[in-house]
């Protein structure tokens, strides 16, 4: 049963456009998501997160949107740059607990 | 800040051989740290969570006594694969987690274990 769903596996984008990460969940138990992004053969870096009583969170680039009703979250990355290249994870946890629920990732490939 | 170390980054051993790999954070004490293993173009599937000073939990059809882990202080974590054999082959990682609820996690780089 996978709880924490990325429909999409890749993602090529041109540099300097917006690059639109996709990801939904269906335990509406969720109350905290996290993005992380992932090169090869490393572990994963934390980018972004955000609580389920807001529904936006930015930092630079990165912007985080959750869409409760729909169960759906995404990840907008803005201007888009080669370094950002990598498989970008989302994972999700419930409420009282550490344990995070990651997704399947979706290989992003920014282009010059 | 946040930075999590893993070693070693990569091992390949005969069967029958255990494996020890540490985890350290090296700038902030975790309370809790956790186990990860991931298999080529799948999710980070978790193994274990473990907080200092007492006995990790196991996830379902993980087995605790082929994977030995032991959380002795709030800046290490050690994962003990026993009598590995070729389907141990992959790729862990382990990730650790200050206090506070609301904390993400931080990710060391992997071990990549390869079993002959």
């Known amino acids: 049963d996978q709880q924490v769903k990325q429909n999409s596996p890749s993602l090529s984008v041109q540099e300097g456009r917006i690059s639109i990460l996709n990801c939904d969940y269906t335990?509406?138990?969720?109350?905290?998501f996290l993005w992380y992004k992932k090169y090869p053969a490393e572990g994963p870096t934390f980018l972004i997160s955000?609580?389920?009583?807001?529904d936006k969170n930015e930092d630079g680039r990165f912007t985080v949107f959750l869409n409760k009703s729909a169960k759906h979250l995404s990840l907008h990355i803005v201007p888009s740059q080669p370094g950002d290249s990598a498989v970008y994870f989302c994972?999700?946890?419930?409420?009282?607990?550490?344990?995070?629920?990651f997704g399947t990732g979706t290989r992003l490939q920014v282009f010059p | 800040g946040a930075v999590v170390s893993q070693h070693p980054s990569w091992v390949i051993c005969k069967s029958g051989t255990s494996v020890k790999i540490e985890c350290r954070s090296l700038d902030f004490q975790a309370t809790t740290m956790f186990w990860y293993r991931q298999f080529p173009k799948q999710s980070l599937m978790l193994m274990a969570t473990s907080n200092e000073g007492s006995k990790a939990t196991y996830e379902q059809g993980v087995e605790k006594d082929k994977f030995l882990i032991n959380h002795a202080s709030l800046t290490l974590s050690t994962l003990t694969v026993t009598s590995a054999h070729p389907e141990d082959s992959s790729f862990y990682i382990c990730?650790?987690?200050?206090?506070?609820?609301?904390?993400?996690?931080?990710f060391g780089d992997g071990t990549r274990l390869s079993i002959l």
């Open positions: 994972a999700a946890r419930t409420l009282n607990t550490d344990k995070l629920i």
């Open positions: 955000i609580s389920s009583i807001k």
């Open positions: 335990n509406s138990m969720f109350d905290y």
């Open positions: 990730s650790a987690q200050g206090g506070g609820s609301i904390m993400p996690q931080h």
